[in-house]
């Protein structure tokens, strides 16, 4: 890998999840306002990967799966969508048999203006970061397709830790549908749209339609 690469990998992986965990760490600083600013640093931070991407490392936009929407996108969208559900009731259901506690909840006390802006955060640029950038490195520097897909969704999973044992499978189990679907259509419209539907639907279309504040 060129020291570009390395560069855009460690973007992914390290600096833009950073500092969401960084802002957890510290404790939310600065409340609902402060977690913004960090929502904007992580598209800022997103924005310089990309540049490296493009620029430095000379990909195109088709190798991050986002040249032109295929006709076939709104399908493949509903069909990835289909999966990820799926695919959670399933490791809920395990979950549940084996009793392990549900999912810990981490949005408290948090305006659904801001669930808005983070559900649309977490479905562009995790997909973007996760998958099109970081499969492709990580299969580079391991010399290993498998791992390319698996550490990275392993990563993801772990991140996840505040939402206790079920949310880092359900993570992990979502990062891997959702990784499957990229590598065989190199669509990162449908995965973005899907990862944010599954975020943005019981975060904030529910609570709205339930008249929750």
């Given at each position: 890998?060129?020291?570009?690469?390395?560069?855009?990998?460690v973007?992914a992986?390290?600096?833009?999840?950073?500092v969401?965990?960084?802002?957890?760490?510290?404790?939310?600083?600065?409340?609902?306002?402060?977690?913004?600013?960090?929502?904007?640093?992580?598209?800022?931070?997103?924005?310089?990967?990309?540049?490296?991407?493009?620029?430095?490392?000379?990909k195109?936009?088709?190798?991050?799966?986002?040249?032109p929407?295929?006709?076939?996108?709104?399908?493949?969208?509903?069909?990835?969508?289909?999966?990820?559900?799926?695919?959670?009731?399933?490791?809920?259901?395990?979950?549940?048999?084996?009793d392990?506690?549900?999912l810990?909840?981490d949005s408290?006390?948090?305006?659904?203006?801001?669930?808005?802006?983070?559900?649309?955060?977490?479905?562009?640029?995790?997909?973007?970061?996760?998958?099109?950038?970081?499969?492709?490195?990580?299969?580079?520097?391991?010399?290993?397709?498998?791992?390319?897909?698996?550490?990275?969704?392993?990563?993801?999973?772990?991140?996840?830790?505040?939402?206790?044992?079920?949310?880092?499978?359900?993570?992990?189990?979502?990062?891997?549908?959702?990784?499957?679907?990229?590598?065989?259509?190199?669509?990162?419209?449908?995965?973005?749209?899907?990862?944010?539907?599954?975020?943005?639907?019981?975060?904030?279309?529910?609570?709205?339609?339930?008249?929750?504040?």
């Amino acid at each position: 890998m060129t020291p570009w690469s390395w560069l855009s990998l460690v973007l992914a992986l390290v600096l833009v999840p950073g500092v969401a965990l960084g802002n957890r760490w510290l404790g939310r600083p600065g409340g609902n306002e402060g977690a913004l600013v960090a929502e904007l640093a992580m598209f800022a931070l997103a924005g310089l990967m990309l540049w490296i991407v493009r620029v430095k490392e000379g990909k195109s936009w088709e190798s991050l799966g986002l040249g032109p929407p295929p006709r076939g996108t709104p399908l493949l969208t509903l069909g990835i969508i289909a999966a990820a559900v799926a695919s959670i009731a399933a490791v809920i259901l395990v979950l549940s048999l084996l009793d392990i506690p549900s999912l810990q909840g981490d949005s408290h006390d948090r305006p659904l203006w801001l669930l808005a802006v983070m559900c649309f955060r977490a479905g562009t640029l995790e997909e973007l970061t996760y998958r099109a950038v970081a499969i492709d490195r990580v299969s580079l520097l391991t010399r290993s397709k498998t791992l390319g897909w698996l550490l990275p969704a392993v990563l993801f999973g772990v991140l996840h830790y505040p939402q206790g044992v079920s949310g880092i499978l359900i993570a992990f189990v979502a990062a891997l549908v959702m990784s499957v679907f990229f590598l065989r259509k190199r669509n990162l419209w449908a995965n973005m749209t899907a990862h944010f539907s599954i975020d943005f639907i019981p975060n904030v279309v529910l609570p709205l339609l339930g008249g929750v504040e």
